[in-house]
């Protein structure tokens, strides 16, 4: 699993026509919080190959991040058929992630 934050962005539109499970990942390469968590991150997607993850690199001026009001580092946000379902904030464990994933696909396994 990549743990880079990806400066491109895919537009809001596209997000919300995106089918399936995804989450998208906010945070940036420079913080601590989002290297912390990126063990947790790895070890709840690893097995799910079916879930797009996609890590969005986030700050001002940053309009996919804005658009969906993330404030705190790394903010993982959940989405079913590109509705947000779930939404974890600096995750301390890899149970509230497996919680958020079995919210967004029957394929997941809490």
Avoid at 54 to 74: A, C, I, T
Avoid at 75 to 93: C, H, I, M, Y
Wanted: aromatic share 8%; charged share 25%.
């Amino acid at each position: 699993m990549d743990s880079t934050y990806s400066p491109t962005q895919p537009a809001r539109a596209e997000v919300d026509a995106y089918a399936g499970a995804t989450v998208l990942d906010f945070g940036t390469n420079w913080c601590g919080w989002c290297r912390n968590a990126q063990p947790l991150i790895a070890q709840a997607l690893g097995s799910q190959p079916q879930v797009r993850h996609l890590q969005v690199e986030d700050g001002p001026g940053r309009p996919l991040g804005r658009s969906f009001r993330v404030k705190l580092w790394p903010t993982l946000v959940f989405l079913k058929d590109g509705q947000e379902v779930a939404r974890v904030v600096r995750p301390s464990n890899v149970d509230e992630l497996r919680d958020a994933l079995a919210k967004v696909s029957d394929d997941v396994k809490a």
